[in-house]
């Protein structure tokens, strides 16, 4: 004789989270799957930071997320990164969802240099990111030549000239920007821009750097460009950090951060 069950509204709430979850594994699988035949591979896991180095005054994992932030009674003297120690690639791309304080102040530097006299420092390309949306994904160069391309800018750096060559960095910069540059296009008003932005929500990041050009994106939208011709002060290879900025508390907040190493076509 055939047994019935009745479904409670309890048991009917079982098998829809069950329902649910199993959903939700395949669909984390899949999305695994895609990224791994794209050449893409996780750099943090979502549970410590193992291949990461950093001060954990300022750095910290908490629900999948890399969290770096800066309260009243820790103030760090400089800026203080979390670098990654799992090689310094040259030709890469590079994807993550990033979240912001609105007083925040931060980015993702690449092809940087370590700085020996200061802890967890770094010198080099940035992907700045800020809470109120002024810079964000923007180039900026760290410790360097400033401010290559604001965001909206499409632009060229060329060699600076040789009366320059033998002056230090700082006598080709005002206004906190690099001068030897000649821009070659608009991407849009940065006003505009900002738009496609979420505001103290999660955006999803993309850098695509390859030979001598570094592309900014944020939630597939972009944001600035740089051909970088200056073959004295570039780089073509090196560190991947993610800055907290000296000055005042903020929190930076990153998740899914995820690596492919490229070749030139």
Not at 90 to 101: A, K, M, N, V, W
Not at 144 to 162: C, E, I
Request: charged content about 25%; hydrophobic content about 35%.
């Amino acid at each position: 004789m055939m047994q019935y069950f009745r479904l409670t509204p309890a048991r009917n709430l079982f098998l829809l989270l069950a329902v649910v979850s199993m959903a939700c594994n395949k669909a984390k699988h899949e999305h695994h799957d895609v990224e791994k035949a794209q050449g893409f591979k996780s750099i943090f896991d979502g549970k410590t930071l193992n291949g990461w180095e950093g001060d954990p005054t300022f750095w910290r994992v908490e629900n999948g997320i890399l969290i770096g932030e800066i309260v009243p009674e820790r103030i760090p003297k400089h800026n203080s990164f979390i670098i990654w120690q799992g090689g310094r690639p040259g030709d890469f791309e590079l994807q993550f969802e990033y979240r912001i304080s609105p007083e925040g102040n931060s980015g993702i530097n690449y092809r940087s240099v370590r700085i020996d006299t200061l802890p967890y420092a770094l010198s080099g390309y940035q992907f700045d990111i800020d809470g109120q949306n002024h810079y964000t994904g923007q180039n900026y160069e760290e410790k360097k030549r400033t401010t290559l391309a604001y965001h909206g800018q499409k632009v060229l750096v060329h060699s600076a000239t040789d009366t320059l060559r033998s002056e230090p960095l700082h006598a080709n910069i005002k206004r906190n920007a690099w001068q030897s540059i000649e821009l070659t296009g608009l991407l849009g008003d940065p006003d505009y821009l900002n738009t496609f932005i979420k505001h103290k929500d999660w955006n999803t990041g993309h850098l695509i750097v390859k030979g001598h050009r570094m592309q900014h994106y944020v939630n597939g939208v972009l944001m600035s460009e740089v051909t970088d011709n200056d073959v004295i002060n570039r780089t073509l290879d090196g560190w991947i950090g993610v800055q907290v900025h000296t000055g005042r508390p903020m929190k930076i907040e990153l998740r899914n951060i995820r690596l492919k190493e490229t070749t030139m076509d």
